[in-house]
């Protein structure tokens, strides 16, 4: 099909939305109009939140932003080495501010034959990552293959193996990216959520970040428990992975707030 570009793609979904959207058409006996507006206000502003971060861009770009009920679509050209280079930071950028918001998601990184204009998409790219993001991303986390890795690699470096770009490009991704368990690469906000907030408000987002994932352990149902047991493991290791990035950036130094956080940090 002469209208397929070769196009990375982010499929995103929110969780917990489908919960919050049968509380607002669901009255329950004690509860009252003000709390179901409350609940549908929050619902509109954290879609609308979270499509006016994932929407920041460049003026020359081949990025487009679809959003449809609880989920995103993002997606650029495979050859916007632009796009490439702030890919992963924007996605950071994008769960920090649904974590400030105590909202989880969970989605996955693909490439492949695209048909992205406006709001119509299709194409195996999207099956691709919405099926990754539905099957294989399991946790609350954004995944992606060595393969598509690669690919942004390739074209951010022209295919050079030994251009400063593709170093550049090794360094940057190893800021941004884990390679979890499974083997997937997945975003770690973990650590990553820090470079957004400072002082008060970041203690603040760690408060919540550590609550959610109490709260989240409640629950007795394994499929919902599991997700967040594979939270609590990750969020404890936090000062491990402070003092690896102090060890290699000075980080305390930098930010006498991050290290106030790690040496008040309580595990879950």
């Known amino acids: 099909m002469e209208n397929y570009e070769n196009r990375i793609v ?11 959207i049968e509380e607002t058409v669901l009255k329950k006996k004690n509860s009252v109009e003000n709390e179901i507006i409350e609940k549908t206000t929050f619902l509109i502003d954290t879609i609308n939140e979270m499509t006016k971060v994932a929407s920041i861009t460049l003026k020359d770009t081949s990025k487009i932003v679809t959003q449809f009920s609880d989920s995103i679509v993002i997606s650029f050209r495979a050859d916007d080495r632009n796009e490439i280079s702030k890919l992963f930071h924007n996605i950071q950028r994008l769960i920090a501010q649904l974590i400030a918001r105590e909202v989880l998601c969970r989605g996955a990184i693909s490439y492949g034959k695209l048909y992205h204009k406006n709001n119509l998409i299709f194409g ?13 991303a399991l946790y609350p986390r954004i995944i992606l293959d060595k393969t598509v890795l690669d690919i942004m690699k390739f074209n951010y470096s022209y295919g050079n193996k030994h251009s400063y770009a593709k170093i550049r490009f090794e360094v940057d991704t190893n800021a941004y990216l884990k390679i979890d368990t499974d083997d997937k690469y997945y975003i770690d906000y973990f650590t990553g959520t820090m470079m957004f907030f400072e002082n008060k408000e970041l203690f603040d987002i760690y408060l919540k970040f550590r ?11 394994p499929n919902i428990y599991i997700k967040y047991g594979w939270m609590k493991n990750k969020y404890n290791k936090i000062p491990e992975m402070l003092e690896q990035i102090n060890e290699d950036e000075d980080l305390f130094d930098k930010r006498p707030d991050i290290k106030k956080l790690y040496d008040e940090f309580k595990q879950i």
């Open 211 to 221: 609550k959610l994932i109490i709260n989240g352990l409640r629950f007795k149902n």
């Open 124 to 136: 195996p790219a999207l099956v691709d990552a919405y099926e990754t993001e539905s099957q294989a």
């Open 10 to 20: 982010l499929f995103l979904d929110i969780l917990g939305f489908k919960k919050i």
